[in-house]
């Protein structure tokens, strides 16, 4: 019986949780209708890495996972933001032509009028 009790504390738990990432979610679609982009861009981040925290979190158990799978975790999260680091400064430079697409320019032609 205590099981059946503590299952159904964790599904309203659950609960909570997707209500939480429904508002964030719906305050990152609107975010962008204020139109100030460091407002935005600072709100769809943050908003991010606490929709990501809550998922690994208790959807993805890692609360009850053993400690080395949160350090796994860490390691991942930051050999991303250091492969980010160390690829940007190439990649979002505007001089260069390495980056830069080519502009195809395409003729049309006006059907013929009779």
């Known amino acids: 019986m205590s099981e059946h009790a503590e299952h159904a504390g964790d599904e309203t738990n659950y609960v909570k949780i997707w209500a939480t990432l429904l508002c964030l979610l719906i305050v ?3 975010g962008p209708f204020l139109g100030i982009k460091i407002v935005t861009l600072i709100a769809a981040f943050g908003i991010a890495i606490v929709k990501a925290y809550l998922v690994a979190k208790y959807f993805m158990h ?3 996972e053993p400690r080395y799978a949160v350090y796994l975790l860490t390691t991942m ?12 400064p190439d990649v979002m ?7 830069v697409k080519p502009v195809v ?9 009779h």
């Open 28 to 30: 990152s679609i609107l």
């Open 62 to 64: 890692l609360n009850v």
């Open 77 to 88: 999260l930051v050999l991303v933001l250091l492969f980010f680091a160390g690829t940007a």
């Open 93 to 99: 430079k505007h001089e260069g032509t390495n980056w």
């Open 105 to 113: 320019h395409v003729e049309t032609h006006a059907p013929a009028q």
